[in-house]
């Protein structure tokens, strides 16, 4: 991969910066791109690292009835099933950030039968982690990181209340403060490291319209598919009809249903990403971002500390440098 040039000497492919800091390193002629024409790394389901292994969470509400009562009956030979299906991420939030994921999707819940206002992350189970312990993990390593910035969508929210969202808000703001970035119109890192913002949450509930501090549910291309090669003519449809306007995912997730889980025991969904991520990834390296037909912007995906995803990721700017927008 060729080099590009920072500040009048050559440097390392964006796809060779460090990781942990690759906003801060992007070229100076990238600095004033819209967010929403950058090529961005995102983890699905980015909290599943901590999913309750002691049988202690039930199976939550989302998953097929079969399962449910699968579950219920038979819970020591189904529950190695769930886990192995359920977790998409194995490392840590902050380990996540330090290998460059700049966009995270955050599944809220309440577990039934909690007596707390103590909410979670699911998927599958209910995860150990509390939303505010992880929120300020995350702010902790912004403290560290003052010109990165993270994209952090809240959805699927199961079993909150109204008054839970209220909470939830209040805890957002109280942990983010003053780097939270309201909804504007010139969304570029330059605006955002001279105003100090360095998260923008979107909310995917009607209760966003009353808070301009919040982002409306930011579109999410999920493919609903098994293999590689169906997700990949899913998403040359999709892009054929033309990208949203701004910020947007493009989710390289595949999808199991409950017959595939059967009637392959001996595999995990480790096993099928990784199977498929050269095939993937592949393909991912012929996109390019920006704001014409076609282009992509945000791109998650599972177990993203694997198959160098991050920096093929990250790696996609550089064509913003040699073509024209």
């Known amino acids: ?64 009835d079969m399962l449910q009562k699968l579950d219920k009956y038979m819970k020591p030979l189904i529950r190695p099933f769930v886990y192995k299906w359920s977790i998409t991420q194995e490392y840590t939030i902050k380990q996540q950030l330090d290998c460059g994921v700049r966009y995270c999707d955050l599944r809220i819940a309440h577990r039934p039968n909690d007596s707390s206002t103590d909410l979670y992350f699911y998927h599958g189970v209910y995860t150990t982690l509390t939303v505010e312990t992880v929120l300020m993990e995350i702010n902790e390593w912004l403290d560290a990181h003052p010109k990165e910035v993270v994209i952090l969508s809240f959805s699927h929210f199961l079993g909150l209340s109204q008054e839970l969202h209220v909470q939830l808000i209040t805890t957002i703001r109280s942990i983010f403060s003053a780097k939270l970035c309201p909804e504007m119109e010139e969304l570029t890192l330059r605006k955002l490291w001279t105003l100090g913002y360095q998260v923008i949450v979107s909310y995917e509930h009607s209760i966003v319209s009353s808070h301009s501090d919040l982002w409306p549910h930011i579109p999410y291309w999920w493919a609903n598919k098994c293999k590689a090669e169906a997700l990949i003519e899913e998403f040359e449809r999709r892009k054929q009809q033309g990208r949203p306007g701004g910020l947007f995912v493009t989710g390289i997730n595949l999808t199991e249903d409950l017959k595939y889980i059967c009637t392959h025991p001996t595999e995990s969904l480790k096993d099928v990403v990784l199977s498929t991520y050269p095939t993937l990834l592949s393909w991912l390296r012929e996109q390019t971002p920006g704001f014409r037909v076609g282009s992509l912007n945000i791109i998650a995906g599972d177990f993203v500390t694997e198959s160098h995803f991050v920096p093929t990721v990250v790696s996609l700017n550089e064509k913003l440098l040699k073509w024209p927008l």
């Open 1 to 64: 991969m060729s080099s590009v040039v920072v500040s009048g000497r050559s440097e390392l492919s964006l796809g060779e910066l460090p990781m942990e800091g690759w906003m801060s390193h992007l070229p100076c002629a990238l600095w004033d791109i819209p967010l929403y024409h950058l090529a961005i790394p995102g983890s699905h389901n980015a909290i599943t690292y901590c999913l309750d292994m002691n049988d202690r969470s039930p199976v939550d509400p989302m998953q097929p």
